[in-house]
T-cell receptor, first 114, second 111 residues
């Protein structure tokens, strides 16, 4: 089974802090994604990556950055956390190649910014 | 941009009945669709997928129907069980790069 592991289930941070959310997948997937999930808004794509050291902006990249130094790991960074970044963050991975492929999700990190 | 939406935000069904969850999509060029199930406290889990060259696909107790004429997707769950209680998302292929997700429908199974 595909396993996508997010390092924390719950995080509480203060406004202005730098926050790192870590995600690791064990299926050698080329593609990795970060979403945030808010009530009534569904999943919104923040950033994605097709390969090591590559990144692409999603629909809502403002206030976030990402890092992919190794194929299995994709990190989401909040440079200066703000209260409007309180949300559930979901990481996903998928095979590469032509076209979109099934995305496999981690359990999520619920981040609260105070 | 293109979006994927759901007709109903909540759905309650009796245990043992069949459930139908609907989804409208707007991009007629979309080639691939997925249904996900998200249980409380968990990430979305793949249920079933369908490509645009098909009208119907069946899995174990689930069936996905695709009507390209009216850009409508539905998920049918047979003999709904308490373990089926969750939020269900449809996802639409976004020009082969990633997916656009709908806001989700919460399915509640009544005893």
């Amino acid at each position: 089974d595909v396993k996508v592991t997010q390092s924390s289930r719950y995080l509480v941070k203060r406004t202005g802090e730098k926050v790192f959310l870590e995600c690791v997948q064990d299926m050698d997937h080329e593609n990795m994604f970060w979403y945030r999930q808010d009530p009534g808004l569904g999943l919104r794509l923040i950033y994605f990556s097709y390969d090591v050291k590559m990144k692409e902006k999603g629909d809502i990249p403002e206030g976030y950055s990402v890092s992919r130094e190794k194929k299995e790991r994709f990190s989401l960074i909040l440079e200066s956390a703000s209260t409007n970044q309180t949300s559930m963050y979901l990481c996903a991975s998928s095979w590469g190649g032509t076209g979109a492929n099934i995305q496999y999700f981690g359990a999520g990190t619920r981040l609260s910014v105070l | 941009g293109e979006s994927v939406g759901l007709h109903l935000p909540t759905l309650s069904v009796q245990e043992g009945d069949n459930s139908i969850i609907n989804c409208a999509y707007s991009n007629s060029a979309s080639d691939y669709f997925i249904w996900y199930k998200q249980e409380s406290g968990k990430g979305p889990q793949f249920i079933i997928d369908i490509r645009s060259n098909m009208d119907k696909r069946q899995g174990q107790r689930v069936t996905v129907l695709l009507n390209k004429t009216v850009k409508h997707l539905s998920l049918q769950i047979a003999a709904t069980q308490p373990g089926d209680s969750a939020v269900y998302f449809c996802a639409e292929d976004n020009y082969g790069q990633n997916f656009v997700f709908g806001p989700g429908t919460r399915l509640s199974v009544l005893p």
